[in-house]
Structures are given as structure tokens and as C-alpha cells.
């Protein structure tokens, strides 16, 4: 923190697509200047162009910077790191976009984790471009995982609506039944749980599952996953303590509501997911990262090409992804002082109470 404030690192993202114009459409507010201070990696050519480009957007007061210590609070901070003949090309997935992001993406997590920064908030990226360019992630949510060391982290998407992770992420659709395991459903169940509670101060968190067959598998008649790997699953859940039920037929889940009743949901595989929560909040919508041991979000959409220099794009999902990083990271010390605080305290013998089993739909 600087000042008492906080630090909010944000990449660009892929300079060709709707990165800088949702991140300054975000930030030219200056009222928003007030809470925190914002640290742009990317660069001030690539910010001044896309500037230009949105006419209702006036004169932005913003220094150029080579380091996240010059930052300075009410000023949109651009961290200068890439080379001085870097240009754009709205729309087209080049190779200099693509290390451009990879550039921008190292160098903020360079920066949080020697506490230069507080929070992450990543800018969308052409995965298949970084890819070609020797990546070597399948996105955001893998990358960091290795540079922080986490044993394994949830995606999850959030929204003032709902809350939802995937126990497979960015794998081929022919992949997903073979992936899906009791060990791996756990510790998601277990990431989810740990992150409502430390990251959104829900003491005893409500997780709906949902099945992977149509109609929860009907008995085994349209698939034995729920009855081999789901349920058994769910009851060691329930063991450890962990409020989890299902499962539950996506369908039926999301057409009746149903995912109010829980304070978050485990769906199966990526699109399982994230195609009914971003119908229902894709203009707020957030991805978190769970299980790191920093914050990080991004906004709920991908580069847009289509959109790019046309001041089209929609701020609202990066504005989410900045605010809610604020939060978590708020939140989360909230809770470590409260851990702190139990652990001096004069040890108590816990009342003797079993778990109970969850309800099977």
C-alpha cells in the first residue's frame, strides 16, 4: 500500500484488442482515482492512441513511470515496459500484441510479488497468439498458478448475481469426462469454500454441484459419472465439513433459479458454467483466481477484435474486476486478523457434531 491506499496493478492486456479502451474508460473518472492507485503496464503511446479514440473521454491526468514505486496516488500511473516502436492494430492477433501482453503480464507479476503492488487485475488476451509465441499456458488462470506455487486453484466467476467455478477449465470438450474425478471435484469444493470465506466473508458457505449428464445422468442411463464420481464426492465433502449438495441438472438449475438458494456453484466444465453466468452477468461479470496467495481478477470477457478502436467496448466488467480485487484483498486481511486473534485466544474443546449429509436432487 502507498499512502494507505491501495495498489491496483493492471496489465493490458493484448494491445490490438479492448484492453486499454475498457481500462481507460474505467479509470476516467477521476472520482474513482480516490480510493486507490492504479498502475497501468503497458504503454503511454498505446494508452494516448486508444485515448483518442473515444471522443466523450477529456484530458486524463496520468504519468508515465518506469517503476510502481514512482506511482502516485490520484493520477492513472502508466508503467512504461514495452519497447518505444511499439504501435496498434485494432482487430488483427500479431505476434508483437502477443509479447506485448506476455511483456505486460511479467512484469506486474514481477512487481506484486516483490510488494510493489497490492492486487492483479488482468487485461484479455489472445491465448492461441501467446501460445505461438511460446507461452506455454493455456491462459491467466495456469500461468499464475505455476508463478505462485498454488497447488491448485479455481476459476471463479463473480457477480452481484452469483458465484460459479469449473472443476475443468481450458481443456477440449473430449477431455472433460476423463478429467473429472472425486479428488479433483474436492479441492475444488474445498478452494471455494476456503476463498468465500476468507475473500467474501461467508462464514458457513452453501455450494450447489451440478451434474455432467443431461437430467443428472437419469439413474445411469444417460451416464454413471454422478453415481460413481459427483455423489461419493459430495459425501466426502460432507465429511470434512463442507456444505455441499447435489447434484443438480444444469438445466432445470439455472431455469428454475435454483442458484439462489447457494452462495456459490461447482459446475463440471468451462462452458457448463460460464455460458448461463454470462447471460445472466456478463456486464459485471469478474473472474477470480482462487487458492493464490495474491489477489488477482480480470473482467469476464475475451479481446473483442471486432470491437477494437471503435469505442464500443463496455468498461463495466473491468470496473468490477478492480473494485471486487479491492475488496478481496480488504477482505482478506479482515480475516487474517481474525485468525490471528482466535489463535491467542485460550483453546476450547469443540462441541462433538457430525456433518450432515448433503440432499441428492
Keep these: 500500500m502507498t499512502n494507505g491506499k491501495i495498489v491496483v496493478g493492471i496489465t493490458q492486456g493484448d494491445s490490438n484488442g479492448i484492453g486499454y479502451e475498457v481500462i481507460i474508460k474505467a479509470l476516467s473518472d477521476p472520482r474513482i482515482l480516490e480510493g486507490f492507485i492504479p498502475v497501468v503496464y503497458g504503454s503511454p503511446k498505446l494508452f494516448g ?17 518506469k517503476s510502481a ?10 508503467l ?27 512484469r506486474a507479476v514481477k512487481d506484486i510479488k516483490s510488494g510493489k503492488v497490492d492486487v492483479l487485475v488482468t487485461g484479455p488476451i489472445n491465448k492461441k497468439s501467446m501460445s505461438l509465441q511460446g507461452f506455454g499456458f493455456p491462459g491467466h488462470t495456469e500461468y499464475l498458478q ?11 466467476m463473480i457477480s452481484s448475481r452469483l458465484k460459479l467455478g469449473v472443476v475443468t477449465g481450458h481443456i ?68 470434512e465439513g463442507i456444505l455441499a449438495f447435489g447434484p443438480y441438472s444444469p438445466d432445470g438449475y439455472f431455469g428454475l433459479s435454483s442458484y439462489e438458494k447457494f452462495d456459490a456453484t461447482l459446475a463440471m466444465y468451462h462452458d457448463q458454467g460460464l455460458a ?10 469478474v473472474n477470480y483466481t482462487a487458492g493464490l496467495s495474491i489477489v488477482r481478477t480480470s473482467p469476464d470477457h475475451g479481446t473483442a477484435y471486432d ?47 457430525k456433518p450432515g449429509r448433503p440432499q441428492i436432487a
Design 49 to 65: 492512441f486508444y485515448s483518442k479514440s473515444i471522443p466523450e473521454i477529456e484530458q486524463m491526468d496520468t504519468l508515465t513511470i
Design 69 to 78: 514505486e514512482e506511482a502516485q496516488a490520484k493520477k492513472v500511473n502508466i
Design 172 to 239: 477440449p470438450l473430449k477431455e472433460v469426462t476423463a478429467a473429472i474425478t472425486e479428488e479433483k471435484i474436492l479441492s475444488k469444493l474445498r478452494l471455494i469454500k476456503a476463498s468465500l470465506q476468507q475473500d467474501f466473508q461467508i462464514d458457513n458457505p452453501r455450494i450447489g454441484v451440478l451434474s455432467l449428464n443431461p437430467h443428472s445422468g437419469d439413474g445411469g442411463l444417460l451416464g454413471s459419472e454422478e453415481q460413481n464420481i459427483i455423489i461419493p464426492a459430495i459425501h466426502r465433502a460432507a465429511e
Design 146 to 156: 505455476r508463478q505462485f506455487g498454488a497447488e491448485d486453484v479455481a476459476m471463479l
Design 80 to 106: 512504461d515496459c514495452l519497447p518505444e516502436n511499439v504501435f496498434a492494430e485494432p482487430g488483427d492477433p500479431t505476434e508483437a500484441a502477443a509479447n506485448a501482453a506476455v511483456t505486460s503480464l511479467e
Design 307 to 353: 470491437m477494437a478502436g471503435r469505442d464500443e467496448a463496455d468498461p463495466r466488467s473491468m470496473r468490477a474486476a478492480i473494485f471486487q480485487a479491492i475488496d478481496i484483498f480488504k477482505n482478506r486481511h479482515s480475516w487474517k486478523k481474525l485468525q490471528d486473534g482466535k489463535m491467542i485466544e485460550p483453546e476450547r474443546e469443540a462441541p462433538k457434531e
Design 276 to 285: 448461463p453466468f454470462k447471460a445472466l452477468s456478463f456486464e459485471d461479470g
